[in-house]
């Protein structure tokens, strides 16, 4: 059955998710959420981009805003993900440092969903992560001050242009340096939940609420409950 946009009800038709497969802490089943995605990514074709994080910052106004970007780490602080430090996310996070992310993978009727604090990444972990990127990714990010108003197409071509005569590729890490306004940020989350689609929308979700301080691996920092779909 088509609904009003013309797009088929899909009768979603997870595994579900039950409290015995669910640690007393978190990050072991996000994890193995991601792994299975990046698996079935590599495998099926049918989950494009594993990794994509929605991203929710709030602006001076209290304006929620949302963008995609992607996870690049995943450990028991939180996920990570980079971009422009005076970009909209940027300059958003560093007037108030509260996020909300989610990875959503509808062909596996999963998502996860996590939100609390954003602590902006040491110079020390963006330079490692910036030097693992292609040469024509750290030159975009030279070449870009992201989120600012851009004339038209030509202007960026110019720019990106301009970076790659400076900065020639020479395969090494070392030929593009780190641009001092590109960052990165960790969620240091105080809520999770994973959400298991199933039929009739009796969808499981598991939530894990931060009831003292430690990592997303450590069970004494969380309290699980489930929710009503
Ligand atoms: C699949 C996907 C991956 C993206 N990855 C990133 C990323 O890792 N970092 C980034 O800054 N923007 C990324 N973008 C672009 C962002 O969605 C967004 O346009 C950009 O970050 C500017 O957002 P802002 O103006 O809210 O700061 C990605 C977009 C898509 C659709």
């Known amino acids: 059955m088509a609904d009003r946009l013309g797009v088929v009800r899909v009768d979603y038709d997870?595994?579900?998710?039950?409290?015995?497969?669910?640690?007393?802490?978190?990050?072991?089943?996000?994890?193995?959420?991601?792994?299975?995605?990046?698996?079935?990514?590599?495998?099926?074709?049918?989950?494009?981009?594993p990794t994509a994080l929605s991203v929710?910052?709030?602006?001076?106004?209290?304006?929620?805003?949302?963008?995609?970007?992607?996870?690049?780490?995943?450990?028991?602080?939180?996920p990570s993900f980079f971009g422009g430090l005076d970009s909209a996310k940027g300059r958003q996070l560093a007037a108030r440092p509260r996020v909300a992310v989610a990875?959503?993978?509808?062909?596996?009727?999963?998502?996860?969903?996590?939100?609390?604090?954003?602590?902006?990444?040491?110079?020390?972990?963006?330079?490692?992560?910036?030097?693992t990127r292609p040469w024509g990714s750290r030159i975009g990010a030279h070449a870009s001050?992201?989120?600012?108003?851009?004339?038209?197409?030509?202007?960026?071509e110019a720019a990106y242009g301009e970076c790659a005569r400076r900065w020639p590729d020479t395969g090494s890490p070392d030929d593009v340096p780190l641009p001092p306004r590109w960052g990165g940020w960790r969620v240091v989350a105080d809520r999770v939940e994973l959400w298991a689609?199933?039929?009739?929308?009796?969808?499981?979700?598991?939530?894990?609420?931060?009831?003292?301080?430690?990592?997303?691996?450590?069970?004494?920092?969380?309290?699980?409950?489930r929710r009503w779909p």
């Open 14 to 49: 997870g595994e579900g998710l039950s409290e015995d497969r669910c640690p007393g802490a978190p990050l072991p089943i996000v994890r193995a959420w991601v792994e299975a995605a990046v698996a079935r990514s590599a495998a099926h074709g049918d989950v494009p981009e």
């Open 103 to 131: 990875l959503t993978w509808p062909s596996m009727f999963r998502a996860v969903r996590m939100r609390g604090g954003a602590e902006e990444l040491s110079r020390q972990e963006v330079e490692a992560y910036f030097r």
């Open 145 to 156: 001050p992201q989120s600012e108003p851009l004339a038209d197409r030509a202007t960026l």
């Open 197 to 225: 689609g199933r039929r009739s929308r009796l969808h499981d979700r598991i939530v894990w609420e931060r009831v003292a301080p430690g990592g997303l691996d450590e069970p004494a920092a969380w309290r699980r409950s």
């Open 56 to 78: 929710a910052t709030v602006d001076a106004d209290g304006v929620p805003d949302v963008r995609t970007v992607l996870m690049r780490d995943l450990d028991e602080r939180g």
